[in-house]
Nanobody, 121 residues
Framework: QVQLVESGGGLVQAGGSLRLSCTAS????????MCWFLQAPGKQRELVAD???????NYVDSVKGRFTISRDNAKNLMLLQMNSLKPEDTALYYC???????????????WGQGTQVTVSS
């Protein structure tokens, strides 16, 4: 069964850095677009950045120049390097990906369990 597993969250002071990772596993045939979302307390989940299989990327304006999304297709791995973190970046971060499982090859959207990022001022 396809699973997305995130790691790398934690507590950091403002101005610090964290790197989040997300790995797709469990009968994966192919992984298409991969994304990072965040959900702050009391707010809706919102897209932070996405990366196509070919490497094209998009970022929400609030993280441009501070966050970098990347992927390793051979490992079904996606990273989010977060620099110059601000208290307003505090949220639960989720990875999501369009994954085609090997049992039918039909792409579906899968979600990770979320990893907490807390930035103290």
């Amino acid at each position: 069964q396809v699973q997305l597993v995130e790691s790398g969250g934690g507590l950091v002071q403002a101005g610090g850095s964290l790197r989040l990772s997300c790995t797709a596993s469990g009968g994966v045939l192919s992984v298409r677009t991969m994304c990072w979302f965040l959900q702050a307390p009391g707010k809706q989940r919102e897209l932070v950045a996405d990366i196509a299989r070919g490497g094209n990327t998009n970022y929400v304006d609030s993280v441009k120049g501070r966050f970098t999304i990347s992927r390793d297709n051979a490992k079904n791995l996606m990273l989010l390097q977060m620099n110059s973190l601000k208290p307003e970046d505090t949220a639960l971060y989720y990875c999501s990906a369009d994954v085609a499982p090997d049992y039918d090859g039909r792409a579906r959207q899968y979600w990770g369990q979320g990893t907490q990022v807390t930035v103290s001022s």
